[in-house]
């Protein structure tokens, strides 16, 4: 199957995973553990913000960083300028945290609440260089409206 293909099957899935659903840990672990299961990637996780920074949440993978501050490697400066960004090569990137050594390219997109606030940033790391692209970019965006819409939003 083509990334395409399998990236719309992976938005239906998750959504079918999630839905109907009033546990937001629970959800955003089995979205984790789909998003890392067909994708194969390093590492694919949750940061949720709270407390003025962004805190561990649900994953698959290694070990991980527990807490990012805000502007902080790509996942502090993805929640702060809300915006997805796709980094080639973390050791060119300003900044990055390394929770681990073997992670060579990572991928991080930011999700809201309902008033349109950055909740959570979905945090995808690859153990090789340039691992990420626009597709990814693309339907991982969608992968995250699904879940701002079910997990966080519940009553919508």
């Avoid at 109907?20 to 629970?26: K, L, Q, R």
């Avoid at 809201?112 to 153990?127: E, F, M, P, Y």
């Amino acid at each position: 199957m083509d990334k395409i293909k399998t990236y719309q099957l992976l938005v239906k899935q998750v959504e079918s995973l999630i839905i109907d659903e009033n546990n937001t840990t629970g959800q955003l672990a089995n979205a984790a553990a789909i998003i890392h299961e067909t994708r194969h990637w390093w590492w694919t996780g949750f940061y949720l913000v709270n407390d003025g920074e962004l805190q561990l949440g649900p994953f698959q993978g290694p070990v991980a960083c527990y807490s990012i501050k805000p502007g902080r490697g790509v996942c502090g400066t993805a929640w702060q300028q809300d915006r997805t960004i796709v980094v080639p090569d973390v050791e060119l990137f300003p900044g990055h945290i390394a929770c681990s050594s073997l992670s060579r390219s990572e991928i991080v997109v930011p999700l809201h609440d309902a008033g349109g606030n950055v909740i959570a940033v979905l945090d995808i790391d690859s153990k090789d260089i340039n691992a990420f692209d626009d597709v990814d970019a693309h339907y991982l965006q969608q992968i995250a409206r699904v879940i701002e819409q079910h997990a966080f939003n519940h009553d919508s």
